[in-house]
């Protein structure tokens, strides 16, 4: 991979920076190399090592569990995203987290959209425990769209059995739905959607892009995988899914993401891309001309 490596600089659609604020009152152990801290020296170090040149910087998503917790972590968190990134100004740059109930953070967010210092906003439905539904008619939807701000939404799994009998639909289908709804805006799914059955319908949807994120989770953690999977793809390895979704023309919907530090290591993560046999155009678009363009950066 090192001679690809130097040929390709990368654009990473989806670093985590902060800390999971809950850790101290709950164990999550889904899969054993997951960190719940990352710091802005660590993520530049990073970028260092693997000739990446910018980053989309998202705040840790603190799942909420039955515990004392303030909900409104997100608040403290953007604020250390906001530092870090304008500390990093043209590497770095934030999308924020997006809490469609909370007037505090709407209010925020729609500033910072119409001063310029965010380029996207993140939906984590899993951490704030809130269904995908409740952005429809949000008014930050709006000012996003007026901004061409992307939504990102995190496409959950694992727990989908428990969260569908709570009433909240967590799969990229719903996610679809709000995207449908939503025309005027773009979408980010995140997690090439779980590998969900509708990825396709989301991938041929204009107004939704699809990010690569943890897809090397795939092979150490069963359930990265959606319940209701896509056949022809669920079997494949990271590397063969993005062969096989540039065989069907998507190149361009592609965005890498490493979602560092909740994948296997960020060098696993590259790799998929670099040693799949496309050709050079389409991995140059998946590992930065897509987020360029799309992101504006
Ligand atoms: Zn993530």
């Given at each position: 991979m090192a001679r690809d490596q130097a040929r390709h600089v990368s654009i990473d659609s989806h670093i985590h920076i902060g800390r999971d604020v809950f850790f101290s009152s709950h164990k999550i152990e889904y899969?054993?190399?997951?960190?719940t801290a990352q710091s802005v020296g660590e993520i530049i170090k990073i970028l260092n090592t693997f000739n990446v040149e910018k980053a989309v910087v998202i705040p840790f998503p603190s799942p909420r569990m039955?515990?004392?917790?303030?909900?409104?972590?997100y608040h403290y968190e953007n604020d250390l995203t906001l530092c870090a990134c304008e500390e990093y100004k043209n590497r770095l740059y934030p999308a924020l987290a997006f809490h469609p109930y909370d007037k505090r953070n709407i209010e925020f967010l729609i500033r910072m959209i119409k001063e310029g210092k965010v380029i996207g906003l993140k939906f984590h439905p899993r951490a704030i425990q809130i269904?995908?539904?409740?952005?429809?008619?949000?008014p930050v939807l709006e000012i996003a769209s007026e901004y061409d701000i992307p939504i990102i939404l995190h496409i959950g799994s694992g727990r989908e059995e428990e969260f569908r009998r709570r009433g909240m639909d967590i799969s990229l289908r719903s996610a679809l739905y709000v995207s449908e709804a939503h025309r005027d805006n773009i979408f980010i799914f995140t997690h090439?959607?779980?590998?969900?059955?509708c990825l396709e319908d989301a991938l041929r949807a204009d107004n939704v892009y699809v990010d690569t994120s943890a897809l090397t989770l795939k092979g150490i953690w069963n359930g990265f995988v959606a319940i209701d999977a896509w056949a022809e793809i669920v079997d494949l390895s990271p590397r063969e899914i993005i062969e096989f979704l540039v065989d069907l023309g998507f190149q361009d919907k592609l965005l890498w993401g490493s979602d560092m530090p909740f994948c296997l290591s960020y060098e696993a993560e590259l790799s998929y891309v670099l040693d799949a046999n496309i050709d050079e155009r389409s991995k140059r678009r998946i590992l930065y001309e897509n987020a360029r363009k799309i992101f504006g950066i």
């Open positions: 899969y054993p190399c997951m960190k039955a515990n004392e917790e303030d909900e409104f972590w269904p995908y539904e409740a952005l429809i008619s949000n090439l959607g779980r590998l969900h059955r």
